[in-house]
Structures are given as C-alpha cells and as structure tokens.
Nanobody, 123 residues
Framework: VQLQASGGGLVQAGGSLRLSCADS????????VGWFRQAPGKEREFVAT????????IYADSVKGRFTISRDNAKNTVYLHMSSLKPEDTAIYYC?????????????????WGQGTLVTVSS
C-alpha cells in the first residue's frame, strides 16, 4: 500500500476532524495530492487538492471555508482539516496522488489511491 488515509471517525455536527494521508514513496513531494469522498449510493466526488509544494490549493464549493488542505513534505503526509462538519459530509474519504505537480477536480488526473477512511457526522 503506497497511500494510507487515516483519522476518520464519528463526530457530531459542528465538530472537527483532521484526516492524514501518508505516502511511502520517495516521489511524494513531486506530485499534487487530492482528497475525494464517496457517500453511500453516490459517485466519488472531489473535495480538495494541493500542489507539490503546497503553494496552490483548490476546494469544492461544498467545503470551501470549512476544510483546509495542507502538506508536510518532510513527513510525506497531506492533511485535511475539517471543521463545521455537517451530516452531508458523511462519506468515505480517499486521498490520491496526482500524475503531476498540480492536480484538479478530475479523478483521471490522479494515479495512486489510498484505501479510504470513514467519516460519519451525526446530527
């Protein structure tokens, strides 16, 4: 397994969680990393992405202002800080390593995927 997502759990609405995505590859710092999520019965959707040096970030409208993506290349880890969580944020969250230094919202621009971590937000 090259990408390992962790940090999911059960949280009440309005609460916060921090997800981590650890990558064992030495080339981690060369590529963008994105977070996606998939709710039961729904398509996997884009959440956020961060460029190779962390200078550029993009967010889905549904999480803008509530989620923050960051990375620590020294630790080969990308984080997703989630606050003001809503029940509709409930999903399995996946991290993915991009094919280049800058990623986007299209799943095809990501090559490697982690196994996912479940986030459940109760009302």
């Amino acid at each position: 397994v090259q990408l390992q997502a962790s940090g999911g759990g059960l949280v009440q609405a309005g609460g916060s969680l921090r997800l981590s995505c650890a990558d064992s590859r030495r080339t981690f710092s060369n590529n963008a990393v994105g977070w996606f999520r998939q709710a039961p019965g729904k398509e996997r959707e884009f959440v956020a992405t961060i460029s190779w040096k962390g200078s550029s970030t993009i967010y889905a409208d549904s999480v803008k202002g509530r989620f923050t993506i960051s990375r620590d290349n020294a630790k080969n880890t990308v984080y997703l800080h989630m606050s003001s969580l809503k029940p509709e944020d409930t999903a399995i969250y996946y991290c993915a390593s991009g094919r280049s230094a800058y990623g986007g919202s299209d799943k095809s621009t990501y090559r490697y995927w982690g196994q996912g971590t479940l986030v459940t937000v109760s009302s």
